[in-house]
């Protein structure tokens, strides 16, 4: 097991919601910042998410509005709330530090069916 641990993904429809969790083993507000990716089947793995360690936020243009990524830092974890789901948004889920640096975790499977 490494040092991150991400869950939340599931099976959902067009329109629902999930919230992704993802524990670090680690005290994350040591890090400058945390981040999710995703990586689309055939496609490579792309930035969705920022929070710096002053709880600055930033997203891709494809997410802006629908997604909210946050942390608690008592528990080392990260979230990643995701609203409006579209089928585009089928893909795997990982969490990391930005720019990343821990061992990536096996990621959370989102599938969104139209």
């Known amino acids: 097991q490494g040092p991150i641990l991400e869950s939340g993904g599931g099976l959902v429809k067009a329109g629902d919601s999930l919230r992704l969790s993802c524990e670090v083993a680690?005290?994350?507000?040591?890090?400058?910042?945390m981040a999710w990716w995703r990586q689309a089947p055939e496609k490579e793995r792309e930035l969705v998410a920022v929070i710096t360690a002053d709880g600055a936020t930033t997203y891709d243009d494809s997410v802006k509005g629908r997604f909210a990524i946050s942390t608690d830092n008592a528990k080392n974890t990260v979230y990643l709330q995701i609203n409006a789901l579209k089928p585009e948004d089928t893909a795997v889920y990982y969490c990391?530090?930005?720019?990343?640096?821990?061992?990536w975790g096996r990621g959370t499977q989102v599938t969104v069916s139209s």
């Open positions: 990391n530090t930005q720019p990343a640096y821990l061992t």
């Open positions: 680690r005290s994350i507000n040591r890090f400058k910042g």
